[in-house]
């Protein structure tokens, strides 16, 4: 059960900060790994603001430093295999419907 309150929290998440700021890097910059990276320790923030809310109390006051790591390299390892799908995907050539390069050898 506790996946699926963490996906309810992390599509939006990632549909909200996630696509604006790829859009907005590929249409200005040449993406970068770091601007992918950037992009997914956006995206981890407001899953650890939903999770650690209401911010007092003695859980909080214990785990809150943990719990915010955890998140933060969460969304920065996804941040880093984002960027390696999207970097593959852009220099396959039979994945931008290049056939006839795709095709020689």
Same mark, same amino acid.
């Given at each position: 059960?506790?996946?699926?309150?963490?996906?309810?929290?992390?599509?939006?998440? %990632?549909?909200?900060f996630?696509?604006?700021?790829?859009?907005? =890097?590929?249409? =200005?910059?040449?993406?970068k790994? $770091?601007?992918?990276? =950037?992009?997914?320790?956006?995206?981890?923030?407001? #899953? $650890?603001? #939903?999770?650690?809310? !209401?911010?007092?109390?003695? &859980? =909080? +006051?214990? @785990? $809150?430093?943990?719990?915010?790591?955890? &998140?933060?390299? %969460?969304?920065?390892? #996804?941040?880093?295999?984002? $960027?390696?799908?999207?970097? *593959?995907?852009?220099?396959?050539?039979?994945?931008?419907?290049?056939r *006839? +390069?795709?095709? @020689? !050898?």
């Amino acid at each position: 059960m506790l996946p699926m309150a963490g996906v309810i929290i992390a599509y939006p998440s %990632a549909l909200l900060f996630g696509v604006p700021s790829y859009l907005v =890097f590929r249409r =200005f910059l040449k993406l970068k790994w $770091w601007h992918a990276v =950037f992009a997914g320790f956006l995206c981890s923030l407001p #899953a $650890w603001l #939903a999770s650690a809310y !209401p911010f007092t109390g003695p &859980y =909080f +006051e214990r @785990r $809150w430093l943990p719990d915010l790591t955890l &998140y933060v390299m %969460a969304g920065i390892v #996804a941040g880093a295999v984002f $960027w390696l799908v999207a970097r *593959d995907s852009r220099s396959n050539p039979a994945l931008q419907g290049k056939r *006839d +390069e795709a095709a @020689r !050898p």
